[in-house]
C-alpha cells in the first residue's frame, strides 16, 4: 500500500522569497507523483506530475518539483514566491505497477501562506 | 475545474434526509471518484467507477451510494446512515492510462444539522 506525509501543516514565506513544501512517499513498486492547488471553496488544480525521466518536473504557474529517490521526497518549490500563490496544497502517489484505480493517495495537505 | 461540474454549489439538509450530489464531465473520461474532504484530514475516497454500469467502494463507503448509468455522470447520494455527513465532497475523472491524474470538480459543501 502507497501512502503520502506531508510534514508541514502550514508554510510562511514572504513574498519574492523561495518557497518549498514538502512531501514524502511510502510505496512497494515505483511511484507516479502529483502536485495539487486548492483555493478556497474551489476543487483541486493538477500542478505537475513525476513519472519518469528528469528528477526535476516543471509544472503550472512557475512551480517545480525535484523527485529524490533516495530520500523518497517530491518536495514542491518555486524560486519567488507570490500572493497569490496562497493555497492548499496536496501531494499525492501511485504505485507505477498497480491496476487498481483505488491506489491514488493523497497527503493530508499544507496551508502555504506568502506575506507581502 | 474544467469539464467537470458539480451542483449544487451549497446543500443544507435537515438529519434523517438522504440528499443526491450531482457529477457530471465532459472530458470523455472513464473513470470517475468521489472524495470527502475534512479539515486536516485531505482526501478520502468514497466510491469510484471505471466504466459505466460499474463501480466500487473506496475507504469510507458506509452510508453513501452512488450509480453510473451514464460515462459522464456519477452522482452520489448521502443517506442517513451517513453518521457525519457535513463535509466538502469533491467529484474527479480521469482516463487511467494516459498519466493518472486526476481532474476535480468544485466541490459541493453539504451541511446536515
Known amino acids: 500500500a502507497q501512502s503520502v506525509a506531508q510534514p508541514e501543516d502550514q508554510v510562511n514565506v514572504a513574498e519574492g522569497n523561495p518557497l518549498t513544501v514538502k512531501c514524502t512517499y511510502s510505496v512497494s513498486g515505483n511511484p507516479y507523483l502529483f502536485w495539487y492547488v486548492q483555493y478556497p471553496n474551489r476543487g483541486l488544480q493538477f500542478l505537475l506530475k513525476y513519472i519518469t525521466g528528469d528528477n526535476l518536473v516543471k509544472g503550472s504557474y512557475g512551480f517545480e518539483a525535484e523527485f529524490n529517490k533516495s530520500q523518497t521526497s517530491f518536495h514542491l518549490k518555486k524560486p519567488s514566491a507570490l500572493v497569490s500563490d496562497s493555497a492548499l496544497y496536496f501531494c499525492?502517489?501511485?504505485?507505477?505497477?498497480?491496476?487498481?484505480?483505488?491506489?491514488?493517495?493523497f497527503g493530508a495537505g499544507t496551508r502555504l501562506t506568502v506575506k507581502p | 475545474d474544467g469539464g467537470i461540474t458539480q451542483s449544487p454549489k451549497y446543500l443544507f439538509r435537515k438529519e434523517g434526509q438522504n440528499v443526491t450530489l450531482s457529477c457530471e464531465q465532459n472530458?470523455?473520461?472513464?473513470?470517475m471518484y468521489w472524495y470527502r474532504q475534512d479539515p486536516g484530514q485531505g482526501l478520502r475516497l468514497i466510491y469510484y467507477?471505471?466504466?459505466?454500469?460499474?463501480?466500487q467502494k473506496g475507504d469510507i463507503a458506509e452510508g453513501y451510494s452512488v450509480s453510473r448509468e451514464k460515462k459522464e455522470s456519477f452522482p452520489l447520494t448521502v443517506t442517513s446512515a451517513q453518521k457525519n455527513p457535513t463535509a466538502f465532497y469533491l467529484c474527479a475523472s480521469n482516463n487511467p492510462g494516459l498519466g493518472y491524474e486526476q481532474y476535480f470538480g468544485p466541490g459541493t459543501r453539504l451541511t446536515v444539522t
Open positions: 467507477s471505471q466504466i459505466v454500469n460499474d463501480f
Open positions: 472530458l470523455n473520461h472513464d473513470a
Open positions: 499525492a502517489v501511485r504505485d507505477i505497477f498497480s491496476d487498481n484505480n483505488n491506489d491514488m493517495r
